[in-house]
């Protein structure tokens, strides 16, 4: 899951990101996370699908949170929009955009952790997994545990990132438009699909996943793969 936090309190934004690096390692989760300070910054990154949550503080300068959630919301209607407001009142307004949530500042962690659960919870449908037929019967896979899928002599392997491997008699094709349509995934070489977020070394030829499996990089595809996995790491460690 990818979240924005854009709140021109530098203070308070410092308090939220704490929050949910904590959360991130509590609840042992893929998540990536990028914080703004202004609106028309988060604008300027919101495209279609880029974040999964935005937390959105009301009342700043220039544009204020209102504005920016109409803007995003006609950029992307399937982003999750929760207020950040030192009062109750602009609850109201806040379902024109369709808000998720609304927390009241200054943020406190044991409301931030219920939001982000029941964002959570959310989050976990079908669309989250693949259900494949094995060997040894029906598996289902989630995407977040799910480190590469590698294609070999016409049997797909599914690597999870605890080790497990699951075989499966199909074609890479068969499920490469499902996993590609999310960010996280990305095509290495034609016989590898990748989760970003089990890349631990990007090289100009080959990458490394943290389950230790080294991966070609087609030459083909190398700048496709690079261009992806730095706007990936652009949202995961927050950078500014």
């Known amino acids: 899951m990818r979240i924005a936090i854009c709140d021109d309190d530098s203070l308070e934004l410092g308090r939220i990101t704490s929050f949910i690096e904590a959360y991130r390692h509590e609840r042992s ?11 028309t910054e988060l604008i300027s990154h919101a495209e279609k699908g880029a974040f999964s949550l935005i937390l959105l503080d ?6 204020n949170g209102m504005e920016a959630a109409k803007e995003i919301r006609a950029i992307d209607v399937g982003v999750k929009i929760v207020f950040l407001t030192s009062s109750p009142e ?3 307004e806040s379902y024109t955009v369709k808000a998720y949530d609304y927390i009241l500042k200054p943020v ?3 409301k931030l952790f219920s939001v982000l659960d029941a964002v959570i ?11 494949v037929k094995t060997q040894k019967g029906m598996v289902r896979i989630l995407f977040s545990k799910l480190a590469f899928v590698e294609i070999i002599n016409k049997k797909l ?3 999870m990132a605890d080790g497990n491997v699951h075989e ?16 996280e995934f990305v095509k290495a070489h034609r016989s590898y699909i ?3 977020f089990h890349i631990s070394m990007l090289g100009t030829k080959e990458l490394v996943t943290d389950t230790g499996k080294t991966i070609p990089i087609s030459r083909t595809l190398y700048g496709n793969v690079k261009e992806a996995y730095m706007k990936h790491l652009f949202l995961e460690k927050g950078v500014e």
Do not use: C, W
């Open 90 to 92: 602009f609850a109201v």
């Open 58 to 63: 009301i009342m700043m300068p220039g544009i």
């Open 168 to 183: 499966v008699n199909s074609s890479l094709a068969a499920f490469e438009e499902k996993l590609l349509a999310r960010s």
């Open 108 to 110: 406190h962690k044991d």
């Open 194 to 196: 990748v989760n970003m």
């Open 157 to 159: 392997y599914f690597h």
């Open 29 to 39: 989760l893929s998540l990536a996370y990028k914080s703004f300070q202004s609106a």
């Open 121 to 131: 919870a959310d989050e976990q449908m079908p669309l989250d997994g693949l259900t």
